[in-house]
Antibody
Framework: EVQLVESGGGLVQPGGSLRLSCAAS????????MNWVRQAPGKGLEWVSY????????YYADSVRGRFTVSRDNARNSLFLQMNSLRAEDTAIYYC?????????????WGQGTLVAVSS | EIVLTQSPATLSLSPGERATLSCRAS??????LAWYQQKPGQAPRLLIY???NRATGIPARFSGSGSGTDFTLTISSLEPEDFAVYYC?????????FGPGTKVDIK
């Protein structure tokens, strides 16, 4: 069974930093592209970042480019999101999401999410 | 950026009725459109990909159609567990974008 388990969320002050992790199991992690998708409280879904299976190709949403860094450790079956210079508008549930197949952009596996709250 | 709009924002129907949800793209996404279902307190779930392909385990009452800029998700006969929010999403271009969602609630 595919499992994606996020961790690392919490309350942080504006301007602060947080590092999210996603532990993957039940599939060959290094064969799949991964994404982060977020959802502000009571709002819709926003794609945040993508990383290819090897980690060589990375994309970001304009809203986080320059502040967030995605990475992965295939030996540890883990995905990460380093979030710096956090703003109130970054408050959201952050989901770790797997592509259905290479380059598909079809989000067929989702974690349960981790909540990030940015507030003073 | 490709902007997706969904209509209606809310659809109030009774169990057993047919639901028709619309998604419109600001430019052509070919057939590269997916639909997700989200229930309160849960992560989204993939329903339909590439316009009309049901994801694994999705019942046949869910179907998708369309191409280019106009797409439809149809639920042929609503079951109690279908009352939820539905999002469309395009994979034709970066950034990946989602529509704002349609809430299907019980009339």
């Amino acid at each position: 069974e595919v499992q994606l388990v996020e961790s690392g969320g919490g309350l942080v002050q504006p301007g602060g930093s947080l590092r999210l992790s996603c532990a993957a199991s039940g599939f060959t992690f290094n064969n799949y592209e991964m994404n982060w998708v977020r959802q502000a409280p009571g709002k819709g879904l926003e794609w945040v970042s993508y990383i290819s299976a090897s980690g060589s190709t990375i994309y970001y949403a304009d809203s986080v480019r320059g502040r967030f860094t995605v990475s992965r450790d295939n030996a540890r079956n883990s995905l990460f999101l380093q979030m710096n210079s956090l703003r109130a508008e970054d408050t959201a549930i952050y989901y770790c999401v797997r592509d259905q197949y290479y380059g598909s952009g079809i989000f067929n596996q989702w974690g349960q999410g981790t909540l990030v709250a940015v507030s003073s | 950026e490709i902007v997706l709009t969904q209509s209606p924002a809310t659809l109030s129907l009774s169990p057993g009725e047919r639901a028709t949800l619309s998604c419109r793209a600001s430019q052509s996404v070919s057939s590269n459109l997916a639909w997700y279902q989200q229930k309160p307190g849960q992560a989204p779930r993939l329903l339909i990909y590439d316009t009309s392909n049901r994801a694994t385990g999705i019942p046949a009452r869910f179907s998708g159609s369309g191409s280019g800029t106009d797409f439809t998700l149809t639920i042929s006969s609503l079951e109690p567990e279908d009352f939820a929010v539905y999002y469309c999403q395009q994979r034709s271009a970066w950034p990946r974008t989602f529509g704002p969602g349609t809430k299907v609630d019980i009339k």
